[in-house]
């Protein structure tokens, strides 16, 4: 067992699943939780592809939350493969979040969501996020909206902003008490169980998602081929350490690899910069990016592909 410090008798630890259809900002919420960016966030829907448990520890309780890729109904291979992980995640946590967006009046979209967590035994709770977007009004008559659909399944209903973290305390401490009496489960310091490898792969795919949006689907993959700290060299006054990262993007089609060099390898150029940027702030020090493209078609149908690349295959 783990632990810093001393920890309080009534402690509690578990597991929360974050649930939400895709750009609902799960994302952006477990990075306000745990105030560090762990999960990418983008206007682009389906961003999250991995598992990531962000870990969220307070002086009464450590919440482990997995990010799940968002449910929706498959189309192919790596659609199926999400829903499944998502269903997967319900069973095995303590509690869900539910998350829903207060702009939007309950829909036929949340319909298969809601069978699907109904079906299940672990506790719901709902947060309507993007409260900051709503006129405080239209709020109440919202929540009063969602209370009748949840109300009778008995899940309590929250309102927060993931954005400008209005509300999400009153979220923590609501999912806590939902948690098994427990020690912690990670050390305090630690914020997050993925390998460094996926958080830096994922921040490229981040910017390949904002910087070429709709012409760039979701057939875009990336794995760090090499990721190497240099020491500076002791000789040299001026010498100053830093991690070289080499990286490969991997797209389906050759025109897609034509967009994402962009002319004379601008558009590259852009992403390996914005990448670069995000890293610096993640590793806390100076990065040299290397980026490459590779075209291997129909990735997301072959499982093995899909295994080297870190999906889960299950
Ligand atoms: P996910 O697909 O559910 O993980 O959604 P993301 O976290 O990637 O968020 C999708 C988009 O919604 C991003 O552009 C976020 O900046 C935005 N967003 C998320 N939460 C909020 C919020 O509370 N308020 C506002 N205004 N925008 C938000
Ligand atoms: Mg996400």
């Known amino acids: ?112 969501i809601l069978k699907l967590l109904s079906q299940q035994k672990t506790p719901v709770l709902v947060a309507l996020n993007k409260a900051d977007l709503v006129e405080k009004t239209d709020l109440l008559d919202r929540e009063a909206e969602y209370r009748d659909l949840f109300g009778e399944l008995g899940w309590p209903l929250y309102c927060c902003s993931a954005l400008n973290g209005k509300g999400c305390n009153d979220l923590t401490v609501a999912l806590a008490a939902h948690l098994p009496l427990g020690p912690q489960l990670y050390p305090s310091h630690m914020k997050s169980d993925q390998p460094e490898q996926i958080l830096l792969a994922e921040l490229i795919r981040e910017q390949v998602l904002l910087k070429t949006r709709e012409e760039i689907p979701h057939s875009v993959a990336v794995k760090i081929d090499r990721l190497e700290e240099i020491t500076p060299d002791k000789k040299s006054k001026n010498s100053k350490g830093y991690t070289a990262i080499l990286a490969t993007i991997f797209v389906e089609r050759k025109s897609q690899k034509g967009i994402l060099i962009g002319k004379g390898g601008s558009m590259l150029k852009a992403i390996g910069k914005g990448a670069r940027l995000q890293m610096q702030i993640l590793i806390d020090g100076p990065v040299y990016l290397e980026l490459f493209v590779k075209v291997v078609s129909d990735w997301r149908c072959k499982p093995a592909r899909l295994a080297e690349l870190g999906y889960e295959v299950n």
């Open 1 to 112: 067992m783990l632990t810093s410090g001393p920890i309080p008798k009534d402690h509690r630890s578990g597991f929360v699943a974050l649930i939400g259809r895709p750009n609902v900002g799960k994302s952006t919420l477990v990075n306000q939780l745990v105030g560090k960016k762990l999960a990418i966030t983008s206007p682009v829907a389906q961003t999250t592809r991995n598992r990531l448990r962000a870990i969220l520890t307070t002086p009464s309780a450590q919440l482990v939350m997995v990010d799940t890729p968002g449910i929706h109904k498959p189309h192919h291979l790596l659609g199926e493969r999400l829903v499944h992980t998502a269903r997967k995640t319900i069973c095995e946590v303590d509690v869900v979040l539910l998350l829903l967006e207060a702009c939007c009046s309950p829909g036929r979209g949340d319909q298969f």
